[in-house]
């Protein structure tokens, strides 16, 4: 079993920008492949970003070119750099890890096994 923290979080205007940290400790093959994903108040929660064992990424459309996720294997800390925030990316963010598949990550929560207690990222326009 892997433990996840999150940090990093807090309150931003339009525009600016938050670096997310998620520290990865116990069971660490589990963090191979890892994800972002986050919840707004009576919203479904939503994969933001992926990364598998071989480095590939995923993107939610809604964050492409803005996100940028990546993993200090050396650290075990995961990363979600977040640029041009939007108060639509406000929500309480989730990391996550133990994937089905290492090298097929996918945004679908239903493919995760671990999960953090989540950071909140709160954007006002």
């Known amino acids: 079993q892997v433990q996840l923290v999150e940090s990093g979080g807090g309150s931003v205007q339009a525009g600016g920008s938050l670096r997310l940290s998620c520290a990865a400790s116990?069971?660490?093959?589990?963090?191979?492949?890892m994800g972002w994903f986050r919840q707004a108040p009576g919203k479904v929660r939503e994969g933001v970003a992926g990364?598998?064992?071989?480095?590939?990424?995923i993107y939610a459309d809604s964050v492409k070119g803005r996100f940028t996720i990546s993993k200090d294997n050396a650290k075990n800390t995961l990363y979600l750099q977040m640029n041009s925030l939007k108060p639509e990316d406000t929500a309480m963010y989730y990391c996550?890890?133990?994937?089905?598949?290492?090298?097929?990550?996918?945004?679908?929560?239903?493919?995760?096994?671990?999960w953090g207690q989540g950071t909140q990222v709160t954007v006002s326009s």
């Open positions: 116990g069971s660490t093959y589990s963090t191979y492949c």
């Open positions: 996550a890890a133990d994937c089905y598949s290492d090298y097929d990550v996918t945004l679908s929560s239903a493919d995760f096994g671990s």
């Open positions: 990364i598998d064992a071989a480095d590939t990424t």
